[in-house]
Protein backbone atom coordinates (compact mmCIF):
# COMPACT_ATOMS: atom_id res chain seq x y z
CA UNK A 1 0.00 0.00 0.00
CA UNK A 2 1.31 3.50 -0.76
CA UNK A 3 2.38 5.49 2.18
CA UNK A 4 0.04 8.19 1.11
CA UNK A 5 -3.05 6.13 1.18
CA UNK A 6 -2.00 5.28 4.55
CA UNK A 7 -1.99 8.63 5.87
CA UNK A 8 -4.95 9.27 4.39
CA UNK A 9 -6.63 6.11 5.85
CA UNK A 10 -5.27 7.08 9.32
CA UNK A 11 -6.43 10.74 9.06
CA UNK A 12 -9.96 9.34 8.20
CA UNK A 13 -9.96 7.25 11.24
CA UNK A 14 -8.81 10.10 13.41
CA UNK A 15 -12.11 11.51 12.03
CA UNK A 16 -14.21 9.41 13.28
CA UNK A 17 -12.86 8.83 16.55
CA UNK A 18 -13.28 12.69 16.80
CA UNK A 19 -17.02 12.80 15.53
CA UNK A 20 -18.11 9.83 18.32
CA UNK A 21 -16.26 11.37 21.08
CA UNK A 22 -13.03 8.54 21.80
CA UNK A 23 -10.26 10.82 21.16
CA UNK A 24 -10.97 13.14 24.07
CA UNK A 25 -12.05 10.34 26.31
CA UNK A 26 -8.53 9.09 25.82
CA UNK A 27 -6.20 12.12 26.20
CA UNK A 28 -8.49 12.68 29.58
CA UNK A 29 -8.06 9.15 30.70
CA UNK A 30 -3.83 10.14 29.45
CA UNK A 31 -4.32 12.74 32.23
CA UNK A 32 -5.66 10.76 35.14
CA UNK A 33 -3.66 8.44 35.49
CA UNK A 34 -0.20 10.88 35.30
CA UNK A 35 1.81 10.16 38.53
CA UNK A 36 3.83 12.69 40.29
CA UNK A 37 7.07 11.69 38.77
CA UNK A 38 5.41 12.05 35.13
CA UNK A 39 5.30 8.69 34.35
CA UNK A 40 2.14 6.61 33.30
CA UNK A 41 1.15 3.40 35.23
CA UNK A 42 0.47 -0.16 32.85
CA UNK A 43 -2.44 0.48 32.61
CA UNK A 44 -1.88 3.63 30.47
CA UNK A 45 1.12 2.05 27.82
CA UNK A 46 -1.96 -1.14 27.38
CA UNK A 47 -4.60 2.04 26.54
CA UNK A 48 -2.11 3.48 23.99
CA UNK A 49 -1.42 -0.27 22.36
CA UNK A 50 -5.38 -0.77 22.52
CA UNK A 51 -5.31 2.61 20.38
CA UNK A 52 -3.00 1.81 17.92
CA UNK A 53 -4.29 -1.80 17.50
CA UNK A 54 -7.71 0.48 16.42
CA UNK A 55 -5.94 2.28 14.26
CA UNK A 56 -4.43 -0.30 11.98
CA UNK A 57 -7.48 -2.36 11.79
CA UNK A 58 -9.17 0.51 10.95
CA UNK A 59 -6.78 0.92 8.30
CA UNK A 60 -6.98 -2.72 6.91
CA UNK A 61 -11.12 -2.46 7.11
CA UNK A 62 -11.20 0.87 4.70
CA UNK A 63 -8.42 -1.15 2.44
CA UNK A 64 -10.30 -4.48 2.28
CA UNK A 65 -13.22 -2.57 1.42
CA UNK A 66 -11.86 -0.76 -1.46
CA UNK A 67 -10.04 -4.19 -2.89
CA UNK A 68 -13.95 -5.30 -2.76
CA UNK A 69 -15.46 -2.27 -4.74
CA UNK A 70 -12.40 -2.93 -7.39
CA UNK A 71 -13.56 -6.15 -7.83
CA UNK A 72 -17.21 -5.83 -8.31
CA UNK A 73 -16.69 -3.47 -11.21
CA UNK A 74 -16.81 -5.50 -14.57
CA UNK A 75 -13.46 -4.30 -16.62
CA UNK A 76 -14.58 -3.66 -20.21
CA UNK A 77 -16.72 -4.34 -23.29
CA UNK A 78 -17.11 -8.40 -23.64
CA UNK A 79 -17.33 -9.76 -27.87
CA UNK A 80 -19.88 -12.79 -28.42
CA UNK A 81 -21.65 -14.59 -30.89
CA UNK A 82 -25.32 -15.05 -30.28
CA UNK A 83 -26.30 -17.63 -30.25
CA UNK A 84 -22.84 -19.39 -29.38
CA UNK A 85 -23.27 -22.53 -31.24
CA UNK A 86 -25.77 -23.35 -34.68
CA UNK A 87 -26.26 -26.14 -37.03
CA UNK A 88 -25.87 -26.03 -41.12
CA UNK A 89 -26.64 -28.38 -43.46
CA UNK A 90 -24.27 -29.25 -45.93
CA UNK A 91 -23.75 -27.52 -49.34
CA UNK A 92 -24.88 -24.34 -47.83
CA UNK A 93 -25.05 -20.73 -48.84
CA UNK A 94 -25.33 -17.40 -47.76
CA UNK A 95 -25.79 -18.31 -43.83
CA UNK A 96 -25.67 -15.83 -41.05
CA UNK A 97 -23.43 -15.51 -37.60
CA UNK A 98 -23.89 -12.46 -35.69
CA UNK A 99 -21.24 -11.41 -33.34
CA UNK A 100 -22.52 -8.87 -30.12
CA UNK A 101 -20.96 -6.77 -28.10
CA UNK A 102 -22.07 -5.62 -24.06
CA UNK A 103 -19.92 -2.43 -23.82
CA UNK A 104 -20.78 -2.59 -19.73
CA UNK A 105 -19.68 0.72 -18.64
CA UNK A 106 -17.71 1.87 -21.89
CA UNK A 107 -18.70 4.23 -24.73
CA UNK A 108 -16.84 2.47 -27.54
CA UNK A 109 -15.88 4.45 -30.67
CA UNK A 110 -14.01 1.17 -32.19
CA UNK A 111 -13.38 -1.61 -32.87
CA UNK A 112 -10.79 -4.53 -34.75
CA UNK A 113 -12.35 -7.64 -35.02
CA UNK A 114 -9.91 -10.50 -36.54
CA UNK A 115 -11.63 -14.36 -36.76
CA UNK A 116 -9.98 -17.58 -37.41
CA UNK A 117 -11.73 -20.33 -38.68
CA UNK A 118 -11.40 -24.04 -39.90
CA UNK A 119 -11.52 -23.85 -43.96
CA UNK A 120 -12.14 -27.24 -44.49
CA UNK A 121 -15.36 -26.84 -43.42
CA UNK A 122 -16.75 -22.74 -44.25
CA UNK A 123 -15.58 -20.50 -46.73
CA UNK A 124 -16.78 -16.75 -44.84
CA UNK A 125 -17.61 -14.96 -47.78
CA UNK A 126 -18.59 -11.44 -45.77
CA UNK A 127 -18.10 -9.25 -42.98
CA UNK A 128 -21.18 -6.93 -42.52
CA UNK A 129 -21.53 -3.80 -39.87
CA UNK A 130 -24.39 -3.62 -37.57
CA UNK A 131 -24.33 -1.12 -34.63
CA UNK A 132 -20.68 0.29 -35.70
CA UNK A 133 -21.58 1.58 -38.93
CA UNK A 134 -18.27 2.82 -40.41
CA UNK A 135 -15.95 0.79 -42.18
CA UNK A 136 -12.11 2.26 -41.13
CA UNK A 137 -10.49 -1.07 -42.98
CA UNK A 138 -12.57 -3.40 -45.84
CA UNK A 139 -12.98 -6.41 -45.20
CA UNK A 140 -9.85 -8.98 -45.87
CA UNK A 141 -10.04 -12.93 -45.97
CA UNK A 142 -7.28 -15.05 -46.16
CA UNK A 143 -7.24 -18.84 -46.17
CA UNK A 144 -8.06 -19.34 -42.20
CA UNK A 145 -8.40 -15.39 -41.26
CA UNK A 146 -10.85 -12.51 -41.79
CA UNK A 147 -10.48 -9.16 -40.61
CA UNK A 148 -12.40 -5.63 -40.96
CA UNK A 149 -12.15 -2.50 -38.34
CA UNK A 150 -14.98 -0.82 -37.42
CA UNK A 151 -15.84 2.51 -36.02
CA UNK A 152 -18.90 4.98 -34.23
CA UNK A 153 -16.91 8.32 -33.68
CA UNK A 154 -16.54 10.06 -30.70
CA UNK A 155 -19.65 12.40 -31.19
CA UNK A 156 -22.39 8.84 -31.33
CA UNK A 157 -20.07 6.04 -29.05
CA UNK A 158 -21.59 2.46 -28.75
CA UNK A 159 -23.39 1.74 -25.45
CA UNK A 160 -25.37 -1.12 -23.98
CA UNK A 161 -25.74 -4.60 -25.57
CA UNK A 162 -26.19 -4.59 -29.49
CA UNK A 163 -25.45 -6.38 -32.75
CA UNK A 164 -21.85 -5.26 -33.98
CA UNK A 165 -21.01 -7.58 -37.09
CA UNK A 166 -23.02 -9.99 -39.26
CA UNK A 167 -20.62 -13.04 -40.75
CA UNK A 168 -21.80 -14.40 -43.85
CA UNK A 169 -20.31 -18.06 -45.21
CA UNK A 170 -21.15 -21.12 -47.26
CA UNK A 171 -20.46 -24.82 -46.16
CA UNK A 172 -18.95 -27.38 -48.40
CA UNK A 173 -20.04 -31.42 -48.70
CA UNK A 174 -17.69 -32.26 -45.78
CA UNK A 175 -18.83 -32.86 -42.28
CA UNK A 176 -17.87 -31.79 -38.78
CA UNK A 177 -17.55 -28.96 -36.11
CA UNK A 178 -15.92 -25.59 -37.07
CA UNK A 179 -14.77 -23.02 -34.07
CA UNK A 180 -14.04 -19.96 -34.93
CA UNK A 181 -12.32 -17.65 -32.63
CA UNK A 182 -11.10 -14.53 -31.61
CA UNK A 183 -7.69 -13.69 -32.36
CA UNK A 184 -5.43 -11.56 -29.85
CA UNK A 185 -5.55 -9.06 -32.37
CA UNK A 186 -8.95 -8.03 -31.73
CA UNK A 187 -9.12 -4.73 -29.82
CA UNK A 188 -11.31 -2.35 -28.76
CA UNK A 189 -11.26 1.41 -28.15
CA UNK A 190 -13.45 3.90 -25.75
CA UNK A 191 -13.48 6.85 -25.07
CA UNK A 192 -10.89 7.95 -22.13
CA UNK A 193 -8.28 5.69 -22.51
CA UNK A 194 -5.85 5.29 -24.82
CA UNK A 195 -5.69 1.47 -24.25
CA UNK A 196 -7.41 -1.81 -25.68
CA UNK A 197 -10.35 -2.17 -22.95
CA UNK A 198 -11.76 -5.49 -24.62
CA UNK A 199 -12.25 -7.83 -21.22
CA UNK A 200 -13.40 -11.15 -23.02
CA UNK A 201 -14.10 -12.56 -26.65
CA UNK A 202 -16.04 -15.55 -26.39
CA UNK A 203 -15.51 -17.90 -29.86
CA UNK A 204 -18.73 -19.48 -31.73
CA UNK A 205 -19.49 -22.79 -33.08
CA UNK A 206 -21.03 -24.03 -36.18
CA UNK A 207 -21.68 -27.76 -36.58
CA UNK A 208 -21.92 -29.54 -39.82
CA UNK A 209 -24.03 -32.66 -39.80
CA UNK A 210 -23.46 -36.11 -41.70
CA UNK A 211 -27.51 -35.21 -43.17
CA UNK A 212 -30.27 -38.31 -42.48
CA UNK A 213 -30.89 -39.85 -45.43
CA UNK A 214 -34.81 -39.43 -46.68
CA UNK A 215 -36.55 -42.69 -48.08
CA UNK A 216 -37.75 -43.27 -51.06
CA UNK A 217 -41.66 -42.49 -52.09
CA UNK A 218 -43.31 -44.83 -53.81
CA UNK A 219 -45.55 -43.28 -56.56
CA UNK A 220 -48.95 -44.22 -56.20
CA UNK A 221 -50.01 -47.28 -58.91
CA UNK A 222 -52.85 -45.79 -61.74
CA UNK A 223 -55.73 -47.04 -62.04
CA UNK A 224 -55.92 -49.31 -65.22
CA UNK A 225 -59.82 -48.52 -66.74
CA UNK A 226 -61.80 -51.80 -67.39
CA UNK A 227 -63.10 -51.51 -71.38
CA UNK A 228 -67.19 -51.21 -71.63
CA UNK A 229 -67.85 -53.91 -73.78
CA UNK A 230 -68.81 -52.44 -77.28
CA UNK A 231 -72.98 -52.99 -78.38
CA UNK A 232 -73.84 -55.51 -81.06
CA UNK A 233 -76.90 -54.59 -83.02
CA UNK A 234 -79.52 -57.85 -83.42
CA UNK A 235 -80.39 -57.79 -87.34
CA UNK A 236 -83.92 -57.83 -88.67
CA UNK A 237 -85.19 -60.58 -90.21
CA UNK A 238 -85.83 -59.73 -94.05
CA UNK A 239 -89.40 -59.74 -95.00
CA UNK A 240 -90.41 -62.86 -97.64
CA UNK A 241 -92.39 -61.67 -100.47
CA UNK A 242 -95.27 -62.93 -101.35
CA UNK A 243 -96.06 -64.97 -104.49
CA UNK A 244 -98.29 -63.95 -107.27
CA UNK A 245 -101.39 -65.58 -107.54
CA UNK A 246 -102.51 -67.38 -110.60
CA UNK A 247 -106.39 -67.22 -111.76
CA UNK A 248 -108.20 -70.68 -112.80
CA UNK A 249 -109.23 -70.78 -116.64
CA UNK A 250 -113.32 -71.02 -116.83
CA UNK A 251 -114.38 -73.37 -119.51
CA UNK A 252 -114.86 -71.33 -122.85
CA UNK A 253 -119.11 -71.80 -123.68
CA UNK A 254 -119.85 -73.62 -127.06
CA UNK A 255 -122.09 -71.48 -128.66
CA UNK A 256 -120.39 -68.46 -128.42
CA UNK A 257 -116.94 -68.33 -127.50
CA UNK A 258 -115.95 -65.95 -125.05
CA UNK A 259 -112.48 -64.58 -124.25
CA UNK A 260 -110.46 -66.01 -121.88
CA UNK A 261 -109.65 -64.07 -118.49
CA UNK A 262 -106.05 -63.00 -117.55
CA UNK A 263 -105.51 -62.49 -114.32
CA UNK A 264 -103.84 -59.17 -113.40
CA UNK A 265 -100.69 -60.15 -111.67
CA UNK A 266 -100.16 -58.60 -107.91
CA UNK A 267 -96.70 -56.37 -107.50
CA UNK A 268 -94.65 -58.29 -105.78
CA UNK A 269 -93.44 -56.30 -102.39
CA UNK A 270 -90.36 -54.16 -101.81
CA UNK A 271 -88.99 -55.57 -99.23
CA UNK A 272 -88.12 -53.39 -95.40
CA UNK A 273 -84.37 -52.12 -95.82
CA UNK A 274 -82.32 -53.33 -92.51
CA UNK A 275 -81.81 -50.35 -90.18
CA UNK A 276 -77.75 -50.80 -89.23
CA UNK A 277 -76.97 -49.67 -85.56
CA UNK A 278 -75.04 -46.76 -84.65
CA UNK A 279 -72.35 -48.46 -82.35
CA UNK A 280 -72.38 -46.38 -78.96
CA UNK A 281 -68.78 -44.85 -77.97
CA UNK A 282 -66.33 -46.15 -75.71
CA UNK A 283 -65.88 -43.86 -72.52
CA UNK A 284 -61.81 -42.94 -71.53
CA UNK A 285 -60.86 -42.92 -67.93
CA UNK A 286 -58.59 -40.49 -66.84
CA UNK A 287 -55.50 -40.86 -65.09
CA UNK A 288 -55.65 -41.98 -61.10
CA UNK A 289 -55.87 -38.99 -58.13
CA UNK A 290 -53.23 -36.86 -57.57
CA UNK A 291 -51.64 -37.46 -54.00
CA UNK A 292 -53.33 -35.49 -50.99
CA UNK A 293 -51.44 -33.01 -49.33
CA UNK A 294 -51.47 -29.93 -46.84
CA UNK A 295 -49.80 -26.53 -46.40
CA UNK A 296 -47.64 -26.27 -42.80
CA UNK A 297 -46.49 -23.15 -41.51
CA UNK A 298 -42.74 -22.88 -40.61
CA UNK A 299 -41.92 -19.97 -38.90
CA UNK A 300 -38.78 -19.45 -36.99
CA UNK A 301 -39.02 -23.66 -35.91
CA UNK A 302 -35.34 -24.27 -35.47
CA UNK A 303 -36.53 -27.12 -38.23
CA UNK A 304 -36.56 -27.61 -41.87
CA UNK A 305 -39.47 -28.22 -43.84
CA UNK A 306 -38.73 -32.38 -44.48
CA UNK A 307 -38.12 -32.54 -40.64
CA UNK A 308 -41.42 -30.54 -39.71
CA UNK A 309 -43.49 -32.49 -42.12
CA UNK A 310 -42.17 -35.68 -40.39
CA UNK A 311 -42.33 -34.47 -37.59
CA UNK A 312 -46.29 -33.75 -37.65
CA UNK A 313 -47.05 -37.11 -39.24
CA UNK A 314 -46.77 -36.48 -42.81
CA UNK A 315 -45.32 -38.84 -45.08
CA UNK A 316 -42.86 -36.50 -46.80
CA UNK A 317 -41.96 -32.44 -47.81
CA UNK A 318 -42.54 -31.93 -51.80
CA UNK A 319 -41.73 -28.26 -51.81
CA UNK A 320 -41.91 -24.88 -49.76
CA UNK A 321 -42.98 -21.57 -50.88
CA UNK A 322 -44.87 -18.23 -49.43
CA UNK A 323 -47.81 -18.83 -52.17
CA UNK A 324 -51.07 -20.55 -51.25
CA UNK A 325 -49.69 -23.91 -52.35
CA UNK A 326 -46.10 -23.45 -51.01
CA UNK A 327 -44.76 -24.20 -54.46
CA UNK A 328 -42.54 -20.97 -55.36
CA UNK A 329 -39.17 -21.92 -53.46
CA UNK A 330 -39.63 -18.52 -51.39
CA UNK A 331 -38.32 -17.34 -47.99
CA UNK A 332 -39.16 -14.65 -46.27
CA UNK A 333 -36.07 -13.08 -43.83
CA UNK A 334 -35.15 -10.34 -41.68
CA UNK A 335 -31.90 -8.54 -41.47
CA UNK A 336 -32.85 -5.04 -40.52
CA UNK A 337 -35.51 -4.59 -43.49
CA UNK A 338 -37.79 -8.06 -44.76
CA UNK A 339 -36.18 -9.84 -47.80
CA UNK A 340 -37.49 -12.58 -49.80
CA UNK A 341 -35.04 -15.93 -50.87
CA UNK A 342 -35.57 -17.65 -53.71
CA UNK A 343 -34.30 -21.31 -54.56
CA UNK A 344 -35.46 -22.95 -51.16
CA UNK A 345 -35.90 -26.14 -50.96
CA UNK A 346 -37.22 -28.93 -47.87
CA UNK A 347 -33.88 -29.17 -46.91
CA UNK A 348 -33.55 -25.71 -45.91
CA UNK A 349 -33.35 -24.80 -41.98
CA UNK A 350 -35.92 -22.04 -40.56
CA UNK A 351 -34.17 -20.20 -37.57
CA UNK A 352 -35.72 -17.78 -35.77
CA UNK A 353 -34.17 -13.93 -35.90
CA UNK A 354 -36.77 -12.75 -33.48
CA UNK A 355 -38.14 -10.39 -36.20
CA UNK A 356 -41.94 -9.82 -37.81
CA UNK A 357 -42.37 -10.15 -41.76
CA UNK A 358 -45.91 -10.24 -43.48
CA UNK A 359 -47.47 -10.99 -40.32
CA UNK A 360 -45.20 -13.78 -39.41
CA UNK A 361 -41.67 -14.01 -37.16
CA UNK A 362 -38.67 -14.50 -39.45
CA UNK A 363 -37.37 -16.36 -40.98
CA UNK A 364 -40.28 -17.79 -42.30
CA UNK A 365 -42.12 -20.24 -44.82
CA UNK A 366 -45.09 -22.65 -45.84
CA UNK A 367 -44.16 -26.26 -46.64
CA UNK A 368 -46.08 -28.59 -48.44
CA UNK A 369 -46.81 -31.74 -46.40
CA UNK A 370 -47.67 -35.23 -47.96
CA UNK A 371 -50.16 -37.24 -46.60
Not at 163 to 174: E, I, K, P
Not at 304 to 322: E, I, K, M, W
Not at 331 to 347: A, F, K, P, V
Amino acid sequence: MPLMDIKENLDKFQIKLRRFGILSRLKSFHRSVKVKSGRYYPLVVIALLVQVAGIITGVILVRQQQIYRSQAQVVGPQIYFNPTQISVNPNSTNQVFEIYMNTNQSRVTASVFELNFDPNLIQITSLEPVSLTQVLQATSVSSNTARITLGSGPTNPLTGTQSVLRLRFNTGATTGTSTISFTPNTQVAAIGSNTNVLASATAGTIVIPTPTPRPTTTPLATATPTPRPTATATPRPTSTPLPTATSTPRPTATATPRPTATATPRPTSTPVPTATPTPSPTPTIGPGPTPSYRVVLNSGTGQSCYNLCRSQGYRACQSVGTDAGATDSNLYRNWGTCEILSGMSCDVVVYNTGAQCSGHTTNWTQCRCLY
